[in-house]
C-alpha cells in the first residue's frame, strides 16, 4: 500500500497549541520493530534525547515532546507529540522537527546513542519481571506470536539491533509521503466576569 503525506488542523478549548506527527510502520512482530522502537527512544527519551535536548532545553519551541510506537501486533505508528511555546506557530514547530528528523536521516545516530537506550530498554525489560502480573502478561503475548519462548529472547533481540539497521528504518519510516500531522489549536477562552467585582 502507498501512503501519502496529509496534514489536518483541530481547534478545541485546550491549554496551549500541540503539535502531532506519525509514520506508518510494522507491527511487533516484525524484523525491524525493535529498531524503530530504539530510534523512537533516541529521538525523545530522556534530556540529552535528539528532540528534547534542540527543541525543549536549546530553542524552547517546545514546552514537552516525546515520541513513542504503538507496539500492537497488526502495523502501528510511530508517533512524535508535543506541546507548543506561546508565541510559536504549528508551522514553524513542524519545520523544527523535521530538521531534527533530516539530520537522522542523512547522517545517521551514534554508537553511543544506541549504547545508552539499548540499557534503558534493557532496564525497562529487567523490571519489568519484578511483578508477577508483567510477566503473566509478557507470557501471554509471547504466546500470542505462536513463540512463547519470545519472552525470552527479547533481550537479545534488543541486544542484537545495531546502528546500520537504525539507520535503514529511520530513511525508510520517516519520509514525509509515509506521514500524517495533526495541527491541535488552542482557542481562545472568553473570560466570565464576576458582577459582583465590577
Same mark, same amino acid.
Given at each position: 500500500?502507498?501512503?501519502?503525506?496529509?496534514?489536518?488542523?483541530?481547534?478545541?478549548?485546550?491549554?496551549?497549541?500541540?503539535?502531532?506527527?506519525?509514520?506508518?510502520?510494522p507491527?511487533?512482530?516484525?524484523?525491524?520493530?525493535?529498531?524503530?522502537?530504539?530510534?523512537?527512544?533516541? /529521538?525523545?527519551?530522556? +534530556?540529552? !534525547?535528539r528532540?528534547? =535536548?534542540?527543541?525543549?532545553k &536549546? $530553542?524552547? @519551541?517546545?514546552?514537552?515532546?516525546?515520541?513513542?510506537v504503538?507496539?500492537?501486533?497488526?502495523?502501528?505508528?510511530?508517533?512524535?507529540?508535543?506541546r507548543?511555546?506561546?508565541?510559536?506557530?504549528?508551522?514553524?514547530?513542524?519545520?523544527?522537527?523535521?530538521?531534527?528528523?533530516?539530520?537522522?536521516?542523512q547522517?545517521?545516530i551514534?554508537?553511543?546513542?544506541?549504547?545508552?537506550v539499548?540499557?534503558?530498554?534493557?532496564?525497562?525489560?529487567?523490571?519489568?519481571?519484578?511483578?508477577?502480573?508483567?510477566?503473566?502478561?509478557? /507470557?501471554?503475548?509471547? +504466546?500470542? !506470536?505462536?513463540?512463547? =519462548?519470545?519472552?525470552?529472547? &527479547? $533481550?537479545? @533481540?534488543v541486544?542484537?539491533?545495531?546502528?546500520?539497521?537504525?539507520?535503514?528504518?529511520?530513511?525508510?519510516?520517516?519520509?514525509?509521503?509515509?506521514?500524517?500531522?495533526?495541527?491541535?489549536?488552542?482557542?481562545?477562552?472568553?473570560?466570565?466576569?464576576?458582577?459582583?467585582?465590577?
Amino acid at each position: 500500500m502507498v501512503w501519502s503525506y496529509s496534514t489536518e488542523t483541530v481547534k478545541a478549548k485546550v491549554p496551549a497549541d500541540a503539535l502531532y506527527m506519525s509514520w506508518h510502520m510494522p507491527g511487533r512482530f516484525h524484523e525491524d520493530y525493535y529498531a524503530i522502537d530504539l530510534l523512537s527512544d533516541i /529521538l525523545s527519551r530522556g +534530556k540529552s !534525547s535528539r528532540l528534547y =535536548n534542540a527543541l525543549v532545553k &536549546e $530553542k524552547e @519551541i517546545f514546552t514537552s515532546i516525546s515520541s513513542f510506537v504503538m507496539g500492537t501486533v497488526d502495523p502501528g505508528m510511530l508517533v512524535i507529540s508535543g506541546r507548543v511555546n506561546a508565541g510559536i506557530s504549528l508551522e514553524k514547530a513542524e519545520q523544527e522537527v523535521n530538521l531534527i528528523l533530516q539530520e537522522v536521516m542523512q547522517k545517521g545516530i551514534t554508537e553511543e546513542e544506541l549504547q545508552k537506550v539499548k540499557n534503558q530498554a534493557l532496564s525497562t525489560l529487567a523490571f519489568g519481571e519484578v511483578e508477577v502480573m508483567n510477566r503473566a502478561m509478557n /507470557l501471554a503475548f509471547a +504466546k500470542l !506470536s505462536g513463540d512463547a =519462548n519470545l519472552v525470552n529472547e &527479547e $533481550k537479545g @533481540i534488543v541486544e542484537a539491533v545495531t546502528k546500520q539497521h537504525i539507520d535503514r528504518v529511520a530513511k525508510e519510516i520517516l519520509i514525509k509521503s509515509n506521514s500524517t500531522v495533526l495541527y491541535y489549536k488552542s482557542e481562545p477562552t472568553q473570560q466570565i466576569v464576576d458582577a459582583d467585582n465590577e
